[in-house]
């Protein structure tokens, strides 16, 4: 999954194209970058809810430290709603992007695509 990104919107088509498209799972997948925004892993998992994902920081951080990633692009599907972000989605972003923060890790947006390919950005929404 190595590569360069040519822009940050190039880096969450990547990241959505990851989700799960099957069945009704939530899913997620977390894009590692370095410092010059190549692409150096990828940390992705599916939940058995359609409408609940515990988001595993500790798995996510973890990678995230042992490729020595400079940035994250995070993704996560909605397949049973619309890409409105979830006061718990916006929680635990939040906590997400403190840990990372406090490790010099940029977390760059999280997105949340719906089943109809609807997509909300938490940058875009001043969420980040």
Do not use: W, Y
Not at 55 to 60: A, F, G, H, N, Y
Not at 87 to 105: G, P, V
């Amino acid at each position: 999954m190595a590569g360069q990104l040519a822009t940050i919107g190039e880096g969450i088509a990547l990241a959505s194209a990851s989700l799960c498209r099957r069945g009704e799972c939530e899913s997620f997948v977390a894009i590692h970058l370095d410092i010059a925004d190549q692409v150096i892993g990828r940390t992705a998992g599916i939940s058995q809810s359609a409408d609940r994902l515990r988001l595993p920081v500790r798995r996510i951080v973890g990678d995230a430290m042992r490729l020595d990633a400079r940035k994250l692009l995070m993704a996560h599907r909605h397949p049973a709603g619309g890409s409105d972000p979830s006061d718990a989605d916006i929680e635990a972003t939040r906590r997400l992007a403190a840990l990372l923060c406090a490790i010099d890790i940029e977390l760059v947006d999280h997105v949340v695509v719906a089943a109809g390919h609807e997509a909300s950005s938490f940058r875009a929404l001043g969420l980040l």
